[in-house]
C-alpha cells in the first residue's frame, strides 16, 4: 500500500505546468539558437532563421516569466524561501535551479533585444529607448553568437535540472528515476522547444524556405528518442519495487487516458505519423506550385507541432498525477 499523502496532493497542476514551462523555455532557446547559428551557413533561409531566432527568444522569456510567476506563487513565503535558496546550501538543485533560471532568463532577454531592436530586420514595432538600448548595448555578432552558443548550454540545463531536483527523491518516488527522468525531460523540452518555435515560424513565414522541413525531421529523431527513454524508465519501474510496479499499474490503468491517449497518442505516436504523411506529399508534390496543397500542408505542420507541444504538457501532469510513493513509517 503507498503512501496516501501522494505527490500530487503536494504539487498538482501548477507544478506540472511550471515543470512543462521551463522545459519549454529551454527547448525554444535552444531550438532558436541553433536556428541562429545556422543562419550565416544557408543564405538562401537567413532572413527567415534569424526571424525565428528572434521569436525562439521571445517565447523562452514568456514562459520563464509565466512559470516564475507560477512557482513563487506555489510557496507559502516566497520572499523568504527564494532568499534561503539562493545563498544557502549550493550543493542542492534547488538552488543551483534558481540560479540557472536567474542566467537563463537574462540571456534570453538580452537575445531578445538584440534580435529585435534597434537594427532594419527586428520587430515590425520602434520603440525609442529599447532600440536605443538594444543599439549601446549589442555586441558585435561573433561575439552575440558566442553568447547564444553559452545560452544553449543553459538551456539545456534549464530543461533537465527540475528531473535533477525531483529525482534526488527516486527512492522513494519510484517515477521521479535519477537516470532517466532527466533524460526523459530533456528529449521532450528539446522536443516541445523545436515545436513551438517551428509552429510559429510555420503560421508567420510559411514552409518554403524557412528550415521547417529540416527541424520537422530533427524533431520526428528526438521523439523517437524520447519514445525510448520512456520505455526504459517504464521497463526499469515494472522491474523495480512494489511501489515501482504498482506506479505502473496505475499510470496504465488508472491513467490510461492521460498517458496512453495523451502522452503516446497525442504527443508521439500522431505527430510522427503526421510527419510520415507530410514526408509523401512534400516528395510526390512540387509545392511551389500548388497552392490549395501547400496550404494543406501547412496546416499539417501546425497541427503536428501542436500535437507535440500539448504532449509536452500532458508528460509532466502524469510525472506529477502518476507519482507513488514509498510510504515513510515513523518510528
Do not use: C
Not at 23 to 35: E, F, H, I, K, P
Request: aromatic share 10%.
Amino acid at each position: 500500500m503507498v503512501n496516501p499523502l501522494l505527490p500530487a496532493e503536494f504539487w498538482g497542476l501548477s507544478i506540472g505546468i511550471y515543470l512543462f514551462l521551463g522545459g519549454l523555455a529551454g527547448g525554444a532557446y535552444v531550438a532558436g539558437a541553433v536556428a541562429d547559428l545556422l543562419s550565416t551557413r544557408h543564405p538562401e533561409r537567413r532572413d527567415s532563421y534569424f526571424a525565428t531566432a528572434r521569436w525562439s527568444m521571445v517565447i523562452a522569456v514568456g514562459a520563464i516569466a509565466v512559470g516564475g510567476v507560477l512557482l513563487v506563487s506555489h510557496l507559502g513565503e516566497p520572499l523568504n524561501v527564494l532568499k534561503f535558496w539562493l545563498f544557502t546550501n549550493s550543493q542542492s538543485w534547488m538552488t543551483i535551479g534558481i540560479w540557472v533560471i536567474v542566467l537563463f532568463t537574462l540571456l534570453a532577454f538580452v537575445q531578445a533585444l538584440w534580435l529585435g531592436f534597434g537594427r532594419e530586420n527586428g520587430f515590425a514595432v520602434t520603440l525609442g529607448p529599447i532600440d536605443t538600448l538594444a543599439r549601446v548595448t549589442r555586441p558585435s555578432e561573433p561575439v552575440r553568437r558566442g553568447i547564444t552558443a553559452f545560452g544553449i548550454a543553459i538551456g539545456i540545463l534549464l530543461a533537465v535540472y527540475t528531473a535533477l531536483l525531483i529525482s534526488a527523491v527516486g527512492a522513494v518516488v519510484p517515477l521521479w528515476d535519477p537516470t532517466w527522468l532527466p533524460l526523459l525531460f530533456l528529449t521532450s523540452s528539446l522536443s516541445i522547444g523545436i515545436a513551438a518555435v517551428f509552429g510559429l515560424t510555420t503560421l508567420t513565414q510559411g514552409i518554403i524556405e524557412t528550415g521547417v522541413e529540416t527541424f520537422s525531421l530533427a524533431d520526428d529523431a528526438i521523439i523517437l528518442a524520447e519514445m525510448g527513454v520512456l520505455a526504459v524508465l517504464l521497463v526499469t519501474l515494472q522491474n523495480g519495487n512494489s511501489t515501482a510496479v504498482e506506479t505502473v499499474q496505475y499510470i496504465m490503468q488508472d491513467g490510461w487516458l492521460l498517458f496512453w491517449g495523451g502522452v503516446v497518442g497525442v504527443g508521439l505516436v500522431a505527430p510522427l505519423v503526421l510527419s510520415a504523411a507530410l514526408i509523401l506529399v512534400e516528395r510526390r508534390v512540387d509545392l511551389h506550385g500548388n497552392a490549395k496543397t501547400l496550404r494543406r500542408v501547412r496546416g499539417a505542420y501546425v497541427l503536428k507541432f501542436g500535437l507535440v507541444v500539448v504532449g509536452g504538457l500532458l508528460l509532466r501532469l502524469t510525472i506529477i498525477f502518476g507519482a507513488l510513493n514509498v510510504p515513510i513509517i515513523g518510528a
